[in-house]
């Protein structure tokens, strides 16, 4: 399985600023995925980051709040911007394993967010 | 639309009895099943995944779960709880034709008993 850092690991912040999370991979991947873990809750998908494209994001995300980039195969960033409290969540990246076209999904440690 | 639905968010069990966590899924078509576990402050690990081979799937720290079609189920089991077992567990889904997103149950959050 793929070997995925984040950083930062957490973070606070201040309303209105905005925050970049990175997404490292140990190997070159195709898809990677953000995704977003309120408190208690489970986690949701915000968009699926395919080198050399647009991000594709789900229904209640958008670009504008959620700029994503995805320079190479090993590499994302996902910005959370304009922050509110609201935003506070853990923000996870996935990548998907290639093999035998059965891909599984590996997640990252995780970035825990609070937004004061 | 896949769906995939984690009976009882919280399961208590003694420490040394069975576990059994369960997860059902809408889709008419079989699609590949995942249990994931997330420890306190930690990211999602892969516990275990069934990909339309055998419905029996054996996974790590001696969890394991069956696919039943009839039922549209993956319940994931464990003979004997430890106290390391404690965390939250997930249950996902995707379809094998093409499409990679994944849906999650909404977790189940296990506590071991002493």
């Known amino acids: 399985s793929a070997v995925i850092s984040q950083k930062p690991s957490r973070d606070i912040c201040q309303r209105g600023t905005s925050l970049t999370i990175q997404c490292q991979v140990d190997?070159?991947?195709?898809?990677m995925f953000w995704y977003r873990q309120q408190p208690g809750q489970s986690l949701t998908l915000i968009a699926t980051a395919n080198q050399g494209s647009e991000a594709t994001y789900e229904s209640g995300f958008v670009i504008d709040k959620f700029p994503i980039s995805r320079p190479n195969l090993t590499f994302s960033t996902l910005t959370v911007s304009n922050m509110s409290p609201e935003d506070s969540s853990i923000y996870l990246c996935s990548v998907g394993a290639l093999g035998t076209g059965q891909e599984t999904q590996y997640f990252g440690p995780g970035t825990r967010l609070l937004v004061l | 639309a896949q769906s995939v639905t984690q009976l009882g968010s919280h399961v208590s069990v003694s420490e040394g009895a069975l576990v059994l966590l369960r997860c059902n899924y809408s889709?008419?078509?079989?699609?590949?099943l995942f249990w994931y576990v997330q420890y306190p402050n930690q990211g999602l690990q892969l516990l275990l995944k069934?990909?339309?081979?055998?419905?029996l799937v054996k996974g790590i720290n001696g969890f394991e779960a069956e696919f039943k079609k009839s039922e549209t189920s993956f319940h994931l089991t464990k003979p004997s709880a430890h106290m390391s077992d404690a965390a939250e567990y997930f249950c996902?889904?995707?379809?094998?034709?093409?499409?990679?997103?994944?849906?999650f149950g909404t977790g189940t959050r296990l506590t071991i008993i002493p």
């Open positions: 889709s008419s078509v079989p699609p590949y």
């Open positions: 996902a889904a995707k379809t094998n034709f093409g499409n990679e997103k994944l849906t």
């Open positions: 069934y990909t339309s081979a055998a419905t």
């Open positions: 190997s070159q991947v195709t898809m």
